[in-house]
């Protein structure tokens, strides 16, 4: 067998690049004429035919492809046309309803039938070509995780939710809006523990949400203080209502980030960004998604407790004087109008509304009595998903703002109960409390690598957050919550899997410390830089 020479290697380059330019130019005659013809005025629609072309080849040639793509669309797109030019985001429709964005770019108002959107498309085209290139190359073969049957428990109770809705009333499209992100959660929790095998992967993926996060943090505070300048906040806040879950889910990583270092690079970006974050959160004036941080803080400060027995005074040290400047900065700013007071509001808007807060309050009371009675008119089966709850308690009719008001409500909890009945809102807690409890144990465990214990730490608190806040405030139906927590879900419930490998990326738990302050050695191993970052040894 001959070896290739420099003439080879040449030559095979040229007929790479000629390839590619005909294919360029294929590509560009294929949308130019179908833009010709369908005489859009708008770039969308051929980028959009542009991307479905090369989707296929990418995800063939690519097989992480599909992984990336898809956590850096759940960090980035809103769900909703919000038509923000500040926020270049809200243009993009990657989470759309099909029908949406014919309607929006392509003018087509009529257009009400196709009842898919473009995430489920990618989704639909990217488990294709992965299953055919798993068959084609040997490779077939599906993980389910320790999460994963206490999650699918679940989504049969869902699954006869829907049929039970249905077959007693329910709307079709209106069904298929509410069921849609629950099955979201178990999707996205496969494509996790399937697709990352490595820390290396985990490592990009914490560099895509903190990039991702950090930019829409940038576009935020430039949308409060252009678009709103001199002005208060408006009530609804700047932007898409679920993008302080993802604010407050990178407030959380930058606090774990602080014990469970990773790399400096990461960490001082993730410091650099900081600032922007906390601004675009307060931009989005959501107090349910501040009460949600305050109350994670506390299972963070326990496992921290349990996992650093040597730093145990300094751990309630920093709670206790956390205590004490919180308690000063609420009573210094509880009655401020200024952007950051508003932590301070939602937490009086609690005890002492305003008349905003007070009308919110009281909506909210009237909509969980409303759900308590239609509750009980089948407390077992539970009602079924596609119809409107009843109104047993007068409430302000909202639709002309949120057309599904009655039937995706705010306390979500209470809704997962009348879609499914008690037996299934038993299972949606069994559960919730198979993850948290899973979570805890890794992230306790000092056989678990230190690195994979800070992401089970992360995954819990942003898991926990997820609950907190859909009592309050519409995120347990939210697609792109749901997708970005079952992917850390299927990353927590995969570790176990590499938690011993080690490669060029990724150290043996035999070389790394279990818990750097549990013995002397460890300890000294820690505060001379032996390890700085994630994977890094001796």
Same mark, same amino acid.
């Given at each position: 067998m001959s070896v290739p020479t420099a003439d080879d290697f040449a030559r095979n380059a040229r007929t790479a690049r000629l390839k590619t330019g005909l294919f360029c130019g294929f590509l560009a005659l294929v949308c130019a004429g179908l833009y010709t013809v369908s005489q859009f005025d708008t770039l969308i629609i051929p980028n959009i035919l542009i991307i479905a072309i090369m989707l296929p080849i990418l995800l063939w040639k690519f097989p992480k492809f599909s992984l990336y793509f898809l956590f850096f669309a759940i960090c980035l797109f809103e769900i909703i046309p919000l038509g923000l030019n500040e926020i270049p985001t809200t243009l993009i429709p990657f989470f759309w309803n099909v029908n949406t964005i014919l309607q929006v770019y392509a003018g087509a108002s009529d257009a009400h039938e196709f @009842?898919? *959107?473009?995430? &489920?498309?990618?989704?639909?085209?990217?488990? #294709? #070509?992965s299953l055919i290139r798993s068959v084609y190359t040997g490779t077939a073969k599906l993980n389910s995780g320790p999460l994963f049957w206490p999650l699918l428990g679940y989504e049969a109770f869902v699954v006869f939710g829907w049929i039970h809705g249905l077959f007693t009333g329910g709307d079709f499209k209106i069904s298929l809006q509410e069921v849609r992100s629950q099955f979201y959660l178990i999707l996205a929790y496969v494509i996790g523990v399937n697709s990352v095998q490595d820390k290396e992967t985990v490592r990009k993926l914490q560099w895509a949400m903190v990039l991702c996060i950090g930019l829409k943090g940038l576009f935020y505070t430039l949308c409060r203080f252009t678009l709103y300048a001199g002005q208060p906040v408006p009530d609804q806040g700047v932007g898409s209502h679920e993008e302080s879950f993802f604010f407050n889910s990178y407030i959380i990583f930058f606090i774990v980030s602080i014990v469970y270092r990773p790399s400096k690079a990461l960490f001082y970006t993730t410091i650099g960004f900081l600032p922007l974050v906390i601004l675009g959160n307060l931009a989005c004036n959501r107090r349910a998604g501040t009460a949600a941080l305050i109350i994670v803080l506390p299972i963070m400060i326990a496992v921290l407790y349990k996992n650093l027995p040597k730093s145990r005074k300094m751990i309630a040290v920093v709670a206790l004087s956390f205590a004490i400047l919180s308690t000063g900065y609420y009573q210094v700013f509880k009655n401020s109008g200024s952007m950051i007071a508003q932590p301070a509001r939602a937490v009086k =808007?609690?005890? /002492? @509304? /305003? &008349?905003? /807060? #007070? =009308? =919110? *309050? #009281?909506?909210? /009371?009237a909509e969980n009595q409303d759900l308590m009675a239609t509750i009980k008119l089948d407390p077992i089966l539970g009602y079924g998903y596609g119809k409107r709850m009843l109104h047993a308690v007068p409430i302000a009719d909202i639709s002309a703002l949120y057309e599904f008001w009655d039937v995706v409500t705010h306390n979500q909890i209470l809704w997962i109960w009348m879609r499914v009945g008690t037996i299934g809102f038993t299972a949606f807690w069994i559960a919730v409390c198979s993850c948290i409890i899973f979570g805890i144990q890794r992230a306790t465990n000092p056989d678990v690598d230190w690195e994979l214990q800070g992401i089970s730490l992360y995954t819990v608190l942003v898991f926990s957050m997820l609950i907190v806040f859909g009592l309050l405030d519409l995120q347990l139906s939210n697609f792109r919550d749901m997708l970005f927590v079952g992917i850390w879900l299927g990353i927590l419930a995969g570790s176990a899997r590499f938690n011993t490998v080690s490669d060029n990326t990724a150290t043996a738990v035999d070389d790394i410390p279990a818990s750097p302050l549990s013995t002397p050695e460890r300890t000294r191993h820690l505060l001379t830089g032996g390890r700085t970052g994630y994977g890094r040894t001796r």
């Amino acid at each position: 067998m001959s070896v290739p020479t420099a003439d080879d290697f040449a030559r095979n380059a040229r007929t790479a690049r000629l390839k590619t330019g005909l294919f360029c130019g294929f590509l560009a005659l294929v949308c130019a004429g179908l833009y010709t013809v369908s005489q859009f005025d708008t770039l969308i629609i051929p980028n959009i035919l542009i991307i479905a072309i090369m989707l296929p080849i990418l995800l063939w040639k690519f097989p992480k492809f599909s992984l990336y793509f898809l956590f850096f669309a759940i960090c980035l797109f809103e769900i909703i046309p919000l038509g923000l030019n500040e926020i270049p985001t809200t243009l993009i429709p990657f989470f759309w309803n099909v029908n949406t964005i014919l309607q929006v770019y392509a003018g087509a108002s009529d257009a009400h039938e196709f @009842p898919l *959107n473009m995430f &489920e498309i990618f989704i639909i085209v990217a488990g #294709a #070509a992965s299953l055919i290139r798993s068959v084609y190359t040997g490779t077939a073969k599906l993980n389910s995780g320790p999460l994963f049957w206490p999650l699918l428990g679940y989504e049969a109770f869902v699954v006869f939710g829907w049929i039970h809705g249905l077959f007693t009333g329910g709307d079709f499209k209106i069904s298929l809006q509410e069921v849609r992100s629950q099955f979201y959660l178990i999707l996205a929790y496969v494509i996790g523990v399937n697709s990352v095998q490595d820390k290396e992967t985990v490592r990009k993926l914490q560099w895509a949400m903190v990039l991702c996060i950090g930019l829409k943090g940038l576009f935020y505070t430039l949308c409060r203080f252009t678009l709103y300048a001199g002005q208060p906040v408006p009530d609804q806040g700047v932007g898409s209502h679920e993008e302080s879950f993802f604010f407050n889910s990178y407030i959380i990583f930058f606090i774990v980030s602080i014990v469970y270092r990773p790399s400096k690079a990461l960490f001082y970006t993730t410091i650099g960004f900081l600032p922007l974050v906390i601004l675009g959160n307060l931009a989005c004036n959501r107090r349910a998604g501040t009460a949600a941080l305050i109350i994670v803080l506390p299972i963070m400060i326990a496992v921290l407790y349990k996992n650093l027995p040597k730093s145990r005074k300094m751990i309630a040290v920093v709670a206790l004087s956390f205590a004490i400047l919180s308690t000063g900065y609420y009573q210094v700013f509880k009655n401020s109008g200024s952007m950051i007071a508003q932590p301070a509001r939602a937490v009086k =808007s609690q005890f /002492d @509304p /305003d &008349e905003r /807060d #007070a =009308s =919110s *309050n #009281a909506y909210r /009371d009237a909509e969980n009595q409303d759900l308590m009675a239609t509750i009980k008119l089948d407390p077992i089966l539970g009602y079924g998903y596609g119809k409107r709850m009843l109104h047993a308690v007068p409430i302000a009719d909202i639709s002309a703002l949120y057309e599904f008001w009655d039937v995706v409500t705010h306390n979500q909890i209470l809704w997962i109960w009348m879609r499914v009945g008690t037996i299934g809102f038993t299972a949606f807690w069994i559960a919730v409390c198979s993850c948290i409890i899973f979570g805890i144990q890794r992230a306790t465990n000092p056989d678990v690598d230190w690195e994979l214990q800070g992401i089970s730490l992360y995954t819990v608190l942003v898991f926990s957050m997820l609950i907190v806040f859909g009592l309050l405030d519409l995120q347990l139906s939210n697609f792109r919550d749901m997708l970005f927590v079952g992917i850390w879900l299927g990353i927590l419930a995969g570790s176990a899997r590499f938690n011993t490998v080690s490669d060029n990326t990724a150290t043996a738990v035999d070389d790394i410390p279990a818990s750097p302050l549990s013995t002397p050695e460890r300890t000294r191993h820690l505060l001379t830089g032996g390890r700085t970052g994630y994977g890094r040894t001796r």
